[in-house]
């Protein structure tokens, strides 16, 4: 190192080529072709989801697009390139599958919706319970009032005879199972037989231990005094005189029990005569089926009944009448009574069915326009096709759509004693009804209502395609909006071509 000299010389520098040799390069190193098949198989950096089939027709692009977005599970298969036939098979078939299985189900859910919605439990709150008072009829075994004859009569222009005497005795107190035995009589027509036993009817005296008054009724027993109901109304023989249809609803006075109140004790003292009776809920009709007593004078009639009572919550009444099976009493469709009760609706079915088969209407059957009053002969043909006119409560259901009342009440009777007063006692007969206080009663409530439903179908939806709300407003929308605007694209794009 010593005593040697050391040159240091400039580095040397290589120089770009310039940019006509870069050209020459480029083109020899990639040709135009290849360099734009390369271009176009670089990746997109904004590609997102999978990659879809390119459809040919216009409608095909737009389902494509459709399928390809969805957020329903599936559908995206069907659209991705590249897949198998038979893969695709599979594809559609598990969609399709899926696609039919929810469709079961949701009909499923809207039968039970429909058919199933409501369930009757038992209330065991009874402090709480709120008990009606039932209502009472007694229909006097002597109909007619002796002592009026000759003035009822002379008022009708009849002869004061024993024929006619007795025919007005016997139609009085005639039933389904009598009407056999009816004499033949043609005095006066059938159509005034009813205001005739209205004049005829006997003076009840009678006395109860609430002061109650009872209300003259017509029923299938003839003329009836009925206690405690508020619809009696419907049945009088003014209401029906004056072609009267005003609805009547609860009284706010109407007798009811608590459980504080529960003694639930009445008496009624029938002072002039015999009479049948029977317990029944007070917004109901008489039906000739519900069960009768005889209380004669000078015996006492004691009998302990059980209630059993339906109420609905306010959530039924808000349903269909298909989903409750039932009939609030305001909702009416009769063409008797302004009102609705199962026990209407049954004779109402009866009253229809002796006018099919004998051509009339009862004298005991509101007059109706157009529809004779029944004669003798009638009444006897009405005896004699007794198994053809009367339907089981089933039948009537299905023939004439009485279906059950949403609230009712029905009385089971616990115990019944008659007992014979001693000579010198009151000639009275004593009605002593009492009933008593329940412990459970029945409600209706709705189990299955329309948020359970769609709960059920949404839940179904998601299992079987992974499809929420937002999915079917997807389907609205590509049906809709995306549709015009698809439209719209198109024509314009047409427009463009057409104007070069």
């Known amino acids: 190192m010593i005593g040697r000299e050391i040159k240091f010389e400039n580095p040397k520098i290589h120089k770009a080529p310039d940019e006509k040799f870069h050209m020459i390069y480029m083109k020899e190193l990639f040709s135009e072709e290849r360099l734009a098949n390369h271009v176009e198989r670089l990746p997109s950096p904004v590609q997102m989801g999978m990659d879809k089939i390119r459809a040919k027709t216009l409608l095909g692009k737009y389902l494509v697009d459709f399928a390809s977005s969805s957020s329903i599970h599936g559908l995206n298969h069907m659209t991705a390139p590249r897949r198998h036939i038979i893969e695709r ?39 709480h319970f709120t008990i009606k008072a039932p209502g009472v009829v007694i229909c006097p075994q002597e109909n007619v009032n002796e002592a009026v004859f000759p003035q009822v009569l002379k008022k009708y222009g009849l002869e004061d005879t024993i024929e006619t005497r007795n025919f007005f005795r016997f139609i009085s107190n005639a039933t389904y199972e009598t009407f056999n035995q009816t004499p033949e009589f043609n005095a006066v027509d059938s159509s005034k037989w009813l205001a005739i036993l209205n004049d005829l009817k006997p003076n009840v005296q009678y006395q109860t231990f609430n002061n109650s008054k009872a209300k003259w009724i017509i029923t299938e027993r003839g003329f009836c005094l009925t206690f405690n109901n508020y619809i009696s109304p419907y049945s009088s023989f003014d209401y029906w005189k004056n072609n009267n249809w005003t609805a009547i609803s609860i009284p706010p006075q109407f007798p009811s029990y608590s459980y504080l109140k529960r003694e639930i004790t009445d008496q009624i003292r029938v002072k002039t005569h015999s009479v049948m009776f029977s317990i029944y809920p007070a917004g109901d009709v008489v039906n000739i089926k519900q069960k009768f007593y005889l209380c004669k004078r000078m015996s006492i009639v004691t009998i302990d009944v059980l209630v059993v009572e339906i109420d609905s919550s306010d959530q039924v009444a808000q349903l269909s009448l298909r989903q409750r099976k039932c009939k609030f009493a305001e909702e009416g469709g009769l063409e008797m009574w302004p009102t609705y009760s199962v026990n209407a609706c049954r004779l109402e079915c009866t009253f229809k069915r002796i006018r099919k088969t004998c051509y009339c209407y009862p004298h005991f059957a509101r007059p109706t326009p157009g529809i004779p009053t029944c004669n003798a002969a009638q009444l006897r043909c009405i005896a004699a096709n007794w198994t053809q006119i009367f339907l089981s409560d089933k039948k009537a259901a299905k023939e004439c759509g009485c279906i059950a009342n949403c609230n009712k009440a029905r009385y089971v009777e616990a115990s019944y004693s008659s007992l014979d007063l001693k000579k010198g006692s009151p000639a009275d007969a004593i009605i002593t009804p009492t009933v008593i206080f329940p412990t459970d009663k029945y409600e209706r409530k709705q189990i299955f209502g329309f948020n359970d439903f769609l709960a059920s179908v949404g839940g179904a939806a998601g299992l079987f395609l992974g499809a929420s709300v937002i999915s079917f407003v997807e389907i609205f929308y590509f049906a809709t909006l995306r549709l015009y605007w698809y439209k719209l694209k198109i024509a314009n794009k047409g427009k463009k071509k057409f104007n070069k």
């Open 89 to 127: 098979f599979l594809a559609a078939l598990f969609i399709i599958a899926a696609l039919a299985s929810l469709i079961l189900l949701s009909l499923t859910f809207w039968k039970r919706y429909q058919d199933d919605a409501i369930v009757i439990v038992l209330d065991h709150d009874y402090k």
